[in-house]
């Protein structure tokens, strides 16, 4: 079965400090997808990154980056230098089938404190 | 339009009343999906479309739970008899396809509220 874990629930930092949020899943198929989201209070889920199964190349985008190890099936996500407007909820998913139907795991509540 | 849109964008209900909650995906995308997400929990998969057609109906959780979707565009999902625990958000998503790892994109959601 597929699922995603997101240990944190709720995570709060000073602006600038830097931020990790972990993510485990669980999925016996070979080729998957990972993705991560944001929802900010507006409510609407933001696309940050999708990363396929063969690539486990670390990719940065400004102020994000993110950790991809199939060793130990997780997918973490960091945020360096906090800005208050990183306050948001965090989700992480995996593409489940073929269909593009996303599990979602219980997202990470990031608090920027100014 | 350019995104994903949802109306109504709130909805407050009364018990055993029904809803409709309408998507309009972004043009073009032949994949249409519907998320439920109760407060403070994750995204719950209800159903997704190919094309006009919905393969898998197994998400939707009560035969309550209806959509539907026309002309490969517009989507409307219907709870009939609504009930308090029905009260969630609900995401409708598009991508131009539904073969995995195509990007996923969401609406603002439907916020229903059943009193």
């Known amino acids: 079965a597929q699922k995603v874990t997101q240990a944190q629930t709720e995570i709060s930092v000073v602006e600038k400090e830097d931020v990790t949020l972990d993510c485990v899943y669980e999925?016996?198929?070979?080729?998957?997808?990972l993705f991560w989201y944001k929802q900010p209070p507006s409510g609407e889920l933001v696309f940050l990154i999708r990363?396929?199964?063969?690539?486990?190349q670390n990719e940065i985008s400004g102020r994000y980056s993110w950790n991809f190890q199939k060793s130990t099936s997780s997918f973490n996500f960091t945020i360096t230098a906090s800005q208050v407007v990183d306050s948001a909820v965090y989700f992480c998913?995996?593409?489940?089938?073929?269909?593009?139907?996303?599990?979602f795991g219980k997202g990470n509540q990031v608090v920027v404190i100014p | 339009g350019a995104g994903v849109s949802q109306s109504p964008s709130n909805k407050v209900t009364e018990k055993g009343k029904d809803v409709e909650l309408r998507c309009d995906p972004i043009?073009?995308?032949?994949?249409l999906y519907w998320y439920r997400q109760r407060l403070g929990q994750g995204l719950e998969f209800l159903i997704y479309?190919?094309?006009?057609?919905?393969?898998?109906k197994s998400g939707l959780p009560s035969d309550r739970f209806s959509a539907e979707r026309t002309g490969e565009s517009v989507s409307t999902l219907t709870i009939q008899r609504t009930q308090q625990e029905d009260s969630a958000v609900y995401l409708c998503?598009?991508?131009?396809?539904?073969?995995?790892?195509?990007?996923?994109?969401f609406g603002e959601g439907s916020w229903l509220t059943v009193v």
């Open positions: 998913a995996l593409s489940r089938d073929g269909n593009n139907r996303l599990a």
């Open positions: 990363r396929n199964s063969f690539d486990e």
């Open positions: 479309f190919q094309g006009n057609s919905a393969p898998d």
């Open positions: 043009s073009g995308h032949t994949a």
């Open positions: 999925t016996r198929d070979t080729t998957y997808y």
């Open positions: 998503a598009s991508s131009a396809y539904t073969g995995s790892g195509n990007t996923i994109y």
